[in-house]
């Protein structure tokens, strides 16, 4: 069974970026951002995800999501 993964935690060290920064940079609230890092979001809006790859300069979504076996 395969699993969609929110990489985002990673990218946030690997930029050395905290939410509340990519939050203001995005301008997507801090919670939604948390609950993309911790699995807890079931549904992903990418209009998030867009915003969130502008705000890093990140043009490949496979570098935001990726699939997993669960």
């Known amino acids: ?15 050395n970026i905290t939410m509340n920064e990519l939050a203001l940079k995005s301008d997507v ?22 915003r969130i790859a502008d705000a890093l300069n990140i043009t490949d979504i496979r570098d935001i999501i990726t699939i997993v076996e669960k």
Do not use: D, P
């Open 29 to 50: 609230r801090r919670a939604a951002i948390s609950e993309l890092i911790s699995g807890k979001r079931e549904n992903i809006n990418f209009r998030h995800i867009e």
């Open 1 to 15: 069974m395969k699993k969609v993964e929110v990489t985002l935690g990673a990218l946030l060290k690997k930029n």
